[in-house]
């Protein structure tokens, strides 16, 4: 077979490998290549290998006859030099596509089907249009509980699997969907200040305006290498890190790619992503935070209780010690939302501070205490008492700061951003709910997370009583543009309803 | 919103509208842009604007600052000048996401719903990844008959539709998957002399070696402008053109861009396909042939059956005089596979000569036979007669070269293919079986249908009787390494299974 020369192109096409071949190369006409073909790119020698999505160059400015251009992910993942010789083959489609098809038709998967799907999956070998194939036919009641199970089993296999050698790892994740609910930046200095092992990795934020990790860059590096985060887990039981740089389950981030643009949240799905995560990262106990709310991504008890079962059910035959809280999700919890905002918040609780919001800060006793209960030596209902104690003993802060001074203190001051918009309230009344959703949407407007000093600051919550032209909260922005949209979404919609009052006072 | 100045990206990206912007953008920063995200490109002013997938471009050589970059069909699409200032936003995700989230959900769709997310389809709202996940949520048994009419209803509704101006306006359509089926090039010539409409629009093949269009592109033109195709029909009352300019139900040509890579091929999306086309195109009588076989796209008689079924429910309702013939789909039909050699076959049965493949010829007489039996004044079971004397009398063929001189005389003389290998039985016996998809997989190796000359050429079909070392049918190619791709797919399975005879004669 023909060889072309690997040539490196500058475009950037995230989670979709793209090869680029010229029209006028011979290679093409002779193997009927056709755009959005998905194709094989190989090195015989050493035997590396990726999928991409082809596209057909015409002019002669990006890549000429003869070579094999990918884009920047792709070029990456196959590592390999410029003008390296490489083939480019049609792609066959994979194997376990037909267990898709099975599944698309309504019958029940093995588990060896769904390794099968994720192998491929991991391997590239799926096109998104194929995951998005196989997200749909498993969405809704597409997967019965023992399915989930055997999806999570596949989705663990097919990554790395950590462990730490001792009996009791706990972890904590919450579902999602409120915002400013930082708590796990509180609980991991708790815990580890209590002996506990708690190694925590998180996401950055993707549809939200701030995600832990995002939130922990403000006051530290959270990008380690897997030998550091190790070194600084033993030497302070705890840390806040990015997940990013783990091969931890990396079936997740592949269909998670998919499932956002389709807003796709199946229970199943969402299960078998947390479970299979958090048992690679070798998680014995696990507590899981379901927040209930018109505007969370829960909107009633049954749904919540559901959803419960099914991390039960599947956590159960995985070997995870799981507890499962349901949670109040009516309103953001604390003040800030966006990454220095919510900073802001939690140091103000690790501080003791008389300023610090007392939801955020009840909230995080109330998980922290839970997690604290995993420990043999703790009994039942002290938990609270023992996490409260840390906290108020500045035991916390000191862990904290430990933690930041071990991953690499940040030492840029950043700053809420410059420009600033006060929202005020239309009439005199009682703050009756704040949406989470169009909250979020406007913070995310105003530049979060990717501007860490963007945001939304609150200055009321549910039930507070307002004058009229009282700044129910503040608009925190970097850049006009960001500034100019965020105040428009919040023009039409603020998010706040405020049940007028009758009375004067 | 500030603007950017329009630049056309020399990259085919196909169905896939892809827009590059650089990375060091300030519109690209403000925006908090994302490489896959969904962005609407806008020109105020005349309000044109299209949707597309973001590239995000890192070099200098591609596009600039400043600028906003479209792959070919993208520009094409938007019909702006280079230099033209545009604004890129977000793209709104399209509203009919909702119906398609309930269709996931297992309900039923109206057809205002249907209508509503044929209409994004059309203006380019979906996604490849969400045209996906309507599909399979409607594949299989999750539309009901009703729905499949709502769809099909919506279809036409979201394109232009022509009128003849006549009250019997005929066409013929294979479901497909047998190769050498040419009985279209046929029906089209017999039909037409006997003074019925056919005015015939196919497509190119996607999948198959040679399509309707492919073929008749060797005799002449068939890209015709909708005024020359009328022009021609009014003249011949016939035409074999390529249906590819013209704008009806033009969902579906979006739709089958996702099929084919995913290989669905539901049943309702199947019915909804070619009937809302046939609708669009002015037809007021269809013949429908399913050809049924081991290796057919139908397996066997009850799911042909129940095709049938859903084709007279949705066909009736929609006005269509509709009538399905099942028929054998064991084999291929006729001798050449690919566009040359089909015509071959094609004009020996028009020439009545003694060499013609007589499959070919007796299906192509039987279809049309049921067709002139739409005619009021053709008495049930006369059609075949009448097709047969038209054929024999050679007026017919005088229809084909009148349409041929009509459409523009292709003056190339194409020939098959100068490389040739004979792939011969291993073995003396009586010819079993002919596999339609490993002899349709060998042709399109060879380089059918793009190049023209390719193809596999039969010699013998089932029940025939072979000697060791008689070719069973050679290979035609142009290129090397399409022969050579070709012969090695022979090599593993000839598609041939040959009985062996244990007497000698």
């Given at each position: 077979?023909?060889?072309?020369?690997?040539?490196?192109?500058?475009?950037?096409?995230?989670?979709?490998?793209?090869?680029?071949?010229?029209?006028?190369?011979?290679?093409?006409?002779?193997?009927?290549?056709?755009?959005?073909?998905?194709?094989?790119?190989?090195?015989?020698?050493?035997?590396?290998?990726?999928?991409?999505?082809?596209?057909?160059?015409?002019?002669?400015?990006?890549?000429?006859?003869?070579?094999?251009?990918?884009?920047?992910?792709?070029?990456?993942?196959?590592?390999?030099?410029?003008?390296?010789?490489?083939?480019?083959?049609?792609?066959?489609?994979?194997?376990?596509?037909?267990?898709?098809?099975?599944?698309?038709?309504?019958?029940?998967?093995?588990?060896?089907?769904?390794?099968?799907?994720?192998?491929?999956?991991?391997?590239?070998?799926?096109?998104?249009?194929?995951?998005?194939?196989?997200?749909?036919?498993?969405?809704?009641?597409?997967?019965?509980?023992?399915?989930?199970?055997?999806?999570?089993?596949?989705?663990?296999?097919?990554?790395?699997?950590?462990?730490?050698?001792?009996?009791?790892?706990?972890?904590?994740?919450?579902?999602?969907?409120?915002?400013?609910?930082?708590?796990?930046?509180?609980?991991?200095?708790?815990?580890?200040?209590?002996?506990?092992?708690?190694?925590?990795?998180?996401?950055?934020?993707?549809?939200?305006?701030?995600?832990?990790?995002?939130?922990?860059?403000?006051?530290?590096?959270?990008?380690?290498?897997?030998?550091?985060?190790?070194?600084?887990?033993?030497?302070?039981?705890?840390?806040?890190?990015?997940?990013?740089?783990?091969?931890?389950?990396?079936?997740?981030?592949?269909?998670?790619?998919?499932?956002?643009?389709?807003?796709?949240?199946?229970?199943?799905?969402?299960?078998?992503?947390?479970?299979?995560?958090?048992?690679?990262?070798?998680?014995?106990?696990?507590?899981?935070?379901?927040?209930?709310?018109?505007?969370?991504?829960?909107?009633?008890?049954?749904?919540?209780?559901?959803?419960?079962?099914?991390?039960?059910?599947?956590?159960?035959?995985?070997?995870?010690?799981?507890?499962?809280?349901?949670?109040?999700?009516?309103?953001?919890?604390g003040r800030g939302i966006g990454p220095v905002l919510e900073v802001r918040?939690?140091?103000?609780?690790?501080?003791?501070?008389?300023?610090?919001?007392?939801?955020?800060?009840?909230?995080?006793?109330?998980?922290?205490?839970?997690?604290?209960?995993?420990?043999?030596?703790?009994?039942?209902?002290?938990?609270?008492?023992?996490?409260?104690?840390?906290?108020?003993?500045?035991?916390?802060?000191?862990?904290?700061?430990?933690?930041?001074?071990?991953?690499?203190?940040?030492?840029?001051?950043?700053?809420?951003?410059?420009?600033?918009?006060?929202?005020?309230?239309?009439?005199?009344?009682?703050?009756?709910?704040?949406?989470?959703?169009?909250?979020?949407?406007?913070?995310?407007?105003?530049?979060?997370?990717?501007?860490?000093?963007?945001?939304?600051?609150?200055?009321?919550?549910?039930?507070?009583?307002?004058?009229?032209?009282?700044?129910?909260?503040?608009?925190?922005?970097?850049?006009?543009?960001?500034?100019?949209?965020?105040?428009?979404?919040?023009?039409?919609?603020?998010?706040?309803?405020?049940?007028?009052?009758?009375?004067?006072?």
């Amino acid at each position: 077979m023909p060889t072309l020369k690997l040539r490196r192109v500058a475009i950037d096409t995230n989670k979709e490998n793209v090869a680029y071949l010229h029209r006028n190369c011979a290679h093409y006409r002779s193997e009927g290549f056709q755009a959005l073909n998905k194709v094989e790119i190989l090195q015989e020698d050493n035997g590396k290998h990726i999928i991409a999505v082809l596209n057909v160059v015409d002019g002669d400015n990006i890549i000429q006859p003869g070579q094999l251009g990918l884009s920047e992910q792709a070029y990456e993942q196959l590592s390999l030099a410029e003008g390296t010789a490489v083939q480019v083959a049609h792609a066959t489609p994979p194997q376990s596509l037909r267990a898709v098809h099975r599944k698309i038709a309504g019958e029940r998967l093995s588990f060896e089907e769904y390794l099968g799907i994720t192998h491929d999956v991991v391997e590239n070998r799926y096109s998104k249009i194929e995951i998005a194939a196989f997200l749909v036919a498993c969405s809704d009641n597409g997967m019965d509980r023992d399915e989930v199970l055997n999806l999570t089993e596949a989705m663990v296999k097919t990554g790395e699997r950590l462990n730490w050698g001792e009996s009791l790892v706990v972890d904590k994740h919450c579902i999602g969907g409120i915002p400013g609910n930082r708590t796990t930046m509180l609980m991991v200095p708790i815990i580890a200040a209590h002996g506990m092992l708690m190694p925590k990795t998180s996401s950055r934020a993707i549809t939200s305006p701030a995600g832990t990790a995002d939130t922990m860059a403000v006051l530290a590096e959270v990008e380690l290498s897997p030998h550091k985060l190790l070194d600084i887990v033993r030497q302070q039981r705890g840390c806040l890190a990015w997940g990013g740089t783990a091969k931890l389950a990396p079936v997740d981030d592949i269909l998670i790619a998919v499932e956002r643009p389709l807003s796709m949240d199946s229970p199943g799905q969402l299960v078998a992503s947390i479970l299979s995560k958090k048992v690679a990262a070798g998680t014995t106990h696990l507590l899981i935070d379901i927040p209930v709310g018109p505007t969370a991504k829960m909107h009633d008890q049954a749904s919540a209780m559901r959803l419960r079962k099914l991390f039960e059910y599947v956590g159960d035959r995985m070997g995870l010690h799981l507890v499962v809280v349901i949670t109040d999700g009516h309103q953001p919890i604390g003040r800030g939302i966006g990454p220095v905002l919510e900073v802001r918040d939690v140091m103000q609780v690790l501080n003791n501070s008389p300023l610090a919001p007392s939801d955020l800060r009840e909230k995080a006793l109330q998980l922290a205490g839970r997690v604290l209960e995993f420990d043999a030596d703790v009994r039942g209902g002290q938990g609270y008492i023992i996490a409260r104690d840390i906290l108020e003993s500045g035991r916390a802060l000191a862990k904290m700061e430990a933690i930041i001074q071990a991953q690499g203190r940040n030492e840029d001051s950043i700053k809420p951003g410059q420009l600033q918009h006060p929202v005020v309230a239309l009439c005199d009344g009682i703050v009756g709910s704040i949406d989470n959703l169009q909250i979020a949407r406007i913070a995310r407007l105003a530049g979060a997370p990717m501007v860490k000093g963007a945001g939304v600051d609150l200055h009321c919550k549910v039930n507070d009583r307002v004058e009229k032209g009282q700044a129910l909260y503040t608009i925190y922005a970097e850049f006009n543009a960001d500034y100019n949209f965020a105040r428009q979404a919040a023009a039409r919609d603020n998010g706040f309803s405020v049940i007028k009052s009758h009375q004067s006072f």
